[in-house]
């Protein structure tokens, strides 16, 4: 699914993100990445969502080379990728639903079917009944949850997620990550940059610590790899 080989990152700046970083995450995995701030987290997940390219070493997603990939690919490469962040992102003059269709009403899919799907997102999130609701009337967890719904709508096969419980409570933090341990439980390859290290270890799952660029852990194989049934 997503292997880095000997990936260094530079900035202009002369900021060095990430610095020899090699890496396996197999299809149907999940781990997290910790590390303190200014790690590298951000980065490695921006690379692979084709954000941000390696200044050396290779970033393959698929078998796919992440570096040369041509720029009109990158769109449709990232139609197999959910995207979560600390800050979720909603557009806070249209409704849940809305919010949620988007994504699959920009790719042109008949109203039908975003209105099945994006039903059936919100339905794996709990927030079937909030559809209608302006985001502005949810709670901090709620407005999560609807990204979540959002990142998952068209059935990625990769969520990447970059501190998604970042401004949550405790019990909403673990409410949140719970969500992405059931969709790994369902096929999808799920990574969580998070610096929430209590709940990260509750949760049992394999691990990658950056510090200032570096891995300095790997434990990816000792991770088992989730289920392959799908969602629908």
């Known amino acids: 699914m997503i292997e880095f080989h000997n990936v260094t990152k530079r900035y202009p700046s002369g900021f060095e ?29 921006k690379i692979i969502a084709l954000i941000e390219k390696p200044t050396r070493g290779q970033a ?17 490469l990232r139609r197999n990728i959910g995207i979560i962040f600390q800050d979720h ?3 806070f003059d249209r409704p849940v639903f809305d919010n949620v269709a ?3 009403q920009i790719q042109g899919y008949r109203p039908q079917e975003v209105a099945k799907r994006s039903r059936a ?6 927030l ?16 999560q949850r609807v990204g ?8 990625p096969m990769l969520l990447l997620a970059d501190e998604p419980t970042g401004n949550l409570d405790p019990i909403l933090s673990r409410e949140i990550m719970q969500i992405f341990v059931d969709f790994n439980q369902v096929g999808v390859t799920v990574l969580v940059a998070s610096h929430d290290l209590g709940l990260i270890e509750e949760l049992d799952k394999p691990r990658l610590t950056l510090n200032a660029g570096q891995l300095i852990l790997n434990d990816l194989d000792q991770g088992d790899a989730g289920g392959h049934d799908g969602w629908q």
């Open 17 to 45: 993100a990430l610095n020899n970083v090699s890496l396996h995450l197999g299809d149907g995995q999940m781990a997290y990445i910790t590390g303190h701030s200014g790690a590298g987290k951000s980065t490695l997940l």
């Open 60 to 76: 393959l997603l698929n078998r796919i080379n992440l570096n040369n990939l041509p720029r009109q690919r990158i769109p449709y």
């Open 89 to 91: 992102q909603l557009l």
């Open 102 to 104: 988007l994504p699959l």
């Open 121 to 126: 997102a919100l339905d794996k999130v709990g």
């Open 128 to 143: 079937l009944h909030k559809e209608k609701s302006m985001p502005i009337t949810l709670s901090g967890g709620e407005q």
């Open 148 to 155: 979540i719904a959002r990142a998952v709508v068209h059935k």
